[in-house]
């Protein structure tokens, strides 16, 4: 049972991008999610250690040729701590993040459901949560092979948003569509789907109900970036 359930459930995960109904249909009649969820994890742990080098060495590009000037006999003290520091960042977001991502979704569908569907299983909405952020586990492995090939004098500018179609500059538009990623988008897209299948209602205003919220938080987001900056509210 474990094997044959573990390997359905894969495959279930793996379904969602080419048929997102029928398999949502049935993550939501069996919403196990434990393995996918542990999987997941596991990857964005090992990408974390992967990058983590290189990260650090951006650190440390950082605090040499930053704005911010470190005293000599200070140097190789800032280079350690920072140096630490990045890599437990690093590893930790790596773990934690997701999770905090499932639980986010699933808790906005089960607002979603409280309101304008029958009584639906919190678990059924995390099953789902974890099997729509198939897209995003991809837009991180496609993000870490880019930090890895860029020198670190270019880290900054790695991007898989929209922004990237820009040169980097300090505006509302620019830091408005760093957070227009495709990736996420599609995952919304099968956050909606799978949403409203295990409500039982129709797909176009869960899915717009997510949307609405991503927009509100991405505008809002690069409002309060603008209105920090320095000579921002000018």
Known sequence: MSENGGARSTWRFLQVLTGPGKAFAEIAAEPAFLKLALVITGVNLLLGIVIVPKIQAFIVWMVKHGPATVPPEKMEQVLAFASIGAAVGSIAGAVVVPWLI?????????????????????????????????????????????????????????????????????????????????????????????????????????????????????????????????GGVA
């Open 102 to 230: 499932w639980l986010l979704v699933a808790c906005v569908l089960k607002v979603y459901a409280m309101f304008s569907a029958k009584e639906t299983s919190f678990k059924a909405l995390f099953a789902v949560a974890v099997c729509g952020y198939l897209p995003m586990l991809v837009g991180g492995i496609i993000y870490a092979f880019l930090i890895l090939s860029v020198p670190v004098e270019n880290f900054q500018n790695v991007s898989l948003s929209l922004a990237a179609l820009l040169p980097p500059q300090k505006g509302f538009l620019y830091f408005f569509l760093t957070k227009c990623s495709p990736f996420t988008w599609w995952s919304l897209i099968l956050w909606g789907i799978g949403g409203a299948t295990a409500m039982g209602v129709r797909p176009a205003g869960v899915t717009t109900y997510l949307f609405g919220l991503w927009l509100a938080q991405a505008l809002a987001v690069a409002a309060l970036t603008v209105w920090n900056m320095p």
